[in-house]
């Protein structure tokens, strides 16, 4: 299930605090540069996370896909194949 909920949004409130202060001269600009940082590798580490799952769920999709279609395949491979002879019992001789 996707996630609608904002990524690393600690790190974005603190981003759009300091670019609302840009204007302030005394805004700390290593602050604000320190902030966007933080914000990128949050967001790095979230994207990274997201595709690891992303990846084993596939996996595990593409493994349930080749048994479904390994078993179709046995099934369909039974179907076409010529039906097998059934054995005649063979009389049996009787000692005299």
Known sequence: MVSVAPVCAHCNQAVIECYARADDPRAHHLHCAD?????ASCVKAAAAQRLRARTQRDAREHARRERHVAH????????????????QPQPQEVPA
């Open 72 to 87: 179709a395949r046995e099934h369909a491979l039974r179907d076409l194949a010529p039906p097998q002879p059934q054995p």
């Open 35 to 39: 902030a966007v940082g933080a914000f």
